[in-house]
């Protein structure tokens, strides 16, 4: 059984960077995808961006510039850094492993974290 | 506002069969990109419900039930349970953005 383990973040001021890791205990880490998706208050779910092992990297065009997903495949940890955050940016965030041999955001995903709570506020 | 276009809230008693609907355009269902759907209890991470339009996972209940026609695509919970009180994401591919796509969510009350 696959289970995804997150923290980091919590409260963080404008224009600080947001830094959240996942740590994937189970499975072939290095068979997927994985992704960061995020909640914000009172609206639906967003696709940030994916990594493979490779360090193969796609992000969403929508968000803007300063999203870096990074990954370690010696500890099976997936990494989300954001710069220069705003209010906007206060979310639920999410790493989940995306559906296997599917990358680019039409995948689905399998397996989810339980997310970390990000709230920016001066 | 989402690209896909969910109701926010859904309400049926138990036993009663609930319909969830998700409505996109040309550019993401309409294209025959496929459609996947999500359970949410808040505090919980995500489960996924349907894959590819139709399929279940290994281990979730034959009362959840996903269907597509043309740009819409449809969630159907059968049998209601008290347990099946949660948000529902629906989730596909955007052919203009590029990227994938979620609506809005629908929280399902069972009365």
């Known amino acids: 059984q696959v289970q995804i383990q997150q923290w980091g973040a919590g409260l963080l001021k404008p224009s600080e960077t947001l830094s959240l890791t996942c740590t994937v205990h189970?499975?072939?880490?290095?068979?997927?995808?994985w992704a960061w998706i995020r909640q914000s208050p009172g609206k639906g779910l967003e696709w940030i961006g994916e990594?493979?092992?490779?360090?193969?990297?796609k992000y969403n065009p929508s968000i803007k510039s300063g999203v870096t997903v990074s990954i370690d495949t010696s500890k099976s940890q997936v990494s989300l850094r954001l710069t220069s955050v705003t209010v906007a940016d206060t979310a639920l965030y999410f790493c989940?492993?995306?559906?296997?041999?599917?990358?680019?955001?039409?995948?689905?995903?399998?397996?989810w974290g339980q997310g970390s709570l990000v709230t920016v506020a001066s | 506002q989402s690209v896909l276009t969910q109701p926010p809230s859904v309400s049926g008693a138990p036993g009663q069969r609930v319909t969830i609907s998700c409505t996109g355009s040309?550019?993401?269902?309409?294209?025959?990109?496929?459609v996947h759907w999500y359970q949410h209890l808040p505090g919980n991470a995500p489960k996924l419900l349907i894959y590819?339009?139709?399929n279940r996972p290994s281990g979730v209940s034959d009362r959840f039930s996903g269907s597509k026609s043309g740009t819409s695509a449809s969630l159907v919970v059968t049998g209601l349970q008290a347990d099946d009180e949660a948000d529902y994401y629906c989730?596909?591919?955007?052919?203009?953005?590029?990227?994938?796509?979620f609506g809005g969510g629908t929280k399902l009350t069972v009365l």
């Open positions: 040309s550019s993401n269902i309409g294209r025959g990109y496929d």
């Open positions: 989730q596909s591919y955007d052919e203009s953005l590029r990227g994938g796509v």
């Open positions: 990594i493979n092992h490779l360090g193969s990297t």
């Open positions: 590819s339009d139709t």
């Open positions: 189970g499975g072939s880490f290095s068979r997927y995808f």
């Open positions: 989940a492993r995306e559906q296997l041999g599917c990358s680019g955001g039409s995948c689905y995903l399998d397996y």
